[in-house]
């Protein structure tokens, strides 16, 4: 498992890129105060702390399921399964039904989300609970994360590896915020 965790970090810091697009006007419309820095910075880190901790559950829970299937399977097989899955959802991607069956569906998941979103502003630590939302939003670079926590074949390896993917992610997601609200 240890050769797992510079990917990790790695992982999430090369694709924070990715992150910044997808996001990034999400972190730009969060309601930091100028005037406010300290209680701004303070809503900025619990925002970051959820979303990781969101990130980190869900590392625990996918490693709980790979390490139920290696009881079954060798773990070359579950990467090679994994890595078909990837491949065939990459591939369905050039199908415009497809691309238009899996936007409605996505819409149909966020739409709860994004009213929810608005609602968690109102909130003293609006947020933590902005940054855990923000972590159960479907993210292609979050199931790749997921699918190769999956692969690490233990509870501890795979919350260990989505928590140090969800570090990665944070430095550049901050610039953005910072940014944002200066």
């Known amino acids: 498992m240890m050769d797992f965790l510079p ?10 890129l990715h992150c910044a697009v997808m996001c990034g006007p999400i972190m730009l419309g969060m309601p930091f105060r100028k005037q406010d820095l300290l209680q701004s910075g303070f809503q900025l880190l619990l925002y970051q702390f959820g979303r990781i901790a969101v990130y980190t559950i869900l590392g625990l829970l996918v490693g709980a399921l790979g390490s139920s299937i290696r009881i079954f399977s060798d773990q070359k097989t579950l990467s090679m399964l994994i890595g078909f899955v990837l491949v065939l959802f990459t591939a369905l991607q050039f199908n415009a039904a497809y691309r238009n069956r899996f936007s409605r569906l996505q819409s149909w998941l966020l739409n709860p989300l994004i009213r929810l979103m608005g609602k968690v502003f ?6 933590l609970f902005a940054g855990m939302l923000n972590g159960i939003i479907p993210c292609a670079m979050v199931y790749l994360a997921l699918a190769t926590a999956l692969n690490t074949g233990s509870v501890q390896s795979g919350g260990i590896f989505m928590f140090l993917f969800g ?13 944002g609200s200066s």
């Open 7 to 16: 990917l990790a970090f790695l992982m999430g810091l090369f694709g924070s």
């Open 122 to 127: 109102n909130l003293p630590l609006w947020g």
């Open 167 to 179: 570090l990665g992610t944070t430095p550049l997601m901050l610039m953005i915020s910072l940014g």
